[in-house]
């Protein structure tokens, strides 16, 4: 922490550039003259540091495995004390520098600086770093609670838990298991897999199976629904599915395959039954789909209700939620998150 000199805004005084940087604290007395008896800033911090409660580690980030004191709960410890002895802080940002990393990354650094004022109006200057990175908007939001936490830890000694007999608010996560490391390496490979095979349809728009003006223009495709049609068993029917879903097929052809399926099941069974006159026939109940074809169904109707919500970083805010990509997410992983963005774009 450093400290560095900055005026009250008095008249008459003169001003001190902002790259002026000094060995000791800076004090500007108060204004007027206290009334007899009301103790100055450095008595008021000192009777704040005797009735700061201890604050303990109880934070955890999942992703990185190590634990942190949150900002709130720092806050928490310190408003009834400062309130207490009068005292309050002034913050003001005295450099501010962002900067783009990757695509979608923001890296800030700032320094903060924190007038604490007494009892008496007079005043105490110090100043502080702070950095932080983040994929939306929130990167100096971040810096400027990293920075005033270690004010308050540093300025007033606030005391920690005795449970806490670790090396301080980590920024690095712990040496990983070889469990862990295994696990990641997995999942790597599975990833790398992945991107060597066909990805399912991210578009809202219908496919070029829906498009037939357009087949002289494209690749040929196949025709799923005629091979619905012939399939002689529930079997060849699944295989087929399957192999509709890995080319890309939207949630509503899979719904036509389906409506096959479940017509041509009907007719193997006799029991298809003519609707009454204003009745609709109930479509046979469908068989138990496997965790593959439900997160791939899962998938599709995800990105098409990004695609609606006009969501351009669906992947990346589905990754630093769960802390893994759509393409190995489960059915209910993916349902979660598309039930937020459809709730999302109705509360606008």
């Known amino acids: 922490m450093t400290v560095t000199a900055l005026p009250l805004p008095l008249p008459n005084l003169p001003a001190v550039p ?15 003259g206290p009334a007899e008896g009301t103790p100055n800033v450095f008595g ?31 806050m928490s410890a310190m408003a009834g004390p400062l ?52 994929f939306a908007d929130k990167a100096t939001n971040k810096a400027q609670s990293a920075a005033l936490k270690y004010l308050l830890f540093t300025l007033f000694m606030i005391p920690v838990d005795g449970r806490s007999v670790d090396d301080g608010d980590r920024d690095h996560p712990v040496e990983p ?50 091979h619905a049609e012939r399939a002689d068993s529930p079997e060849q029917f699944d295989k087929i599915r399957a192999a509709a879903i890995k080319a890309g097929a939207p949630a509503d052809y899979l719904a036509k395959l389906d409506a096959v399926a479940a017509r041509k099941r009907g007719a193997a069974q006799g029991q298809q ?7 609709q026939a109930a479509p046979p109940p469908s068989a138990p789909k ?22 351009a970083t669906l992947d990346a805010d589905f990754e630093r939620v769960y802390g893994l990509p759509i393409e190995q997410a489960t059915a209910q992983q993916l349902d979660q998150f598309r039930s937020k963005i459809e709730n999302a774009g109705g509360a606008r």
């Open 83 to 134: 309130r207490a002895h009068g005292v309050f802080i002034l913050p003001t940002i005295a450099a501010h520098h962002a900067e783009r990393r990757g695509e979608k990354m923001t890296h800030v650094t700032i320094t903060m600086r924190y007038h604490v004022y007494g009892p008496a109006g007079d005043c105490l200057t110090a100043e502080v770093p702070g950095e932080a990175s983040d």
């Open 177 to 226: 298991t070889p469990e862990h490391r295994a696990e990641r390496q997995q999942r790597q490979q599975q990833r790398g897999q992945r991107q060597q095979q066909p990805r399912r349809s991210n578009r809202a728009e219908p496919g070029p199976w829906e498009k037939p003006q357009q087949r002289q223009q494209q690749p040929q495709r196949t025709d799923y629904l005629a």
């Open 290 to 311: 496997s965790p593959e074809v439900a997160a791939a169904e899962a998938e599709n109707a995800l990105r098409l209700a990004a695609s609606r919500a006009s969501l």
């Open 44 to 74: 008021a911090i000192a009777a704040v540091m005797r009735d700061v409660m201890p604050v303990a580690k109880d934070k955890e980030n999942t992703q990185q495995r190590y634990k942190f004191r949150g900002i709130d709960d720092v």
């Open 18 to 32: 902002p790259a002026a940087a000094v060995a000791a604290p800076i004090y500007q007395p108060a204004p007027v």
């Open 273 to 279: 039954q003519a609707p009454q006159q204003g009745e």
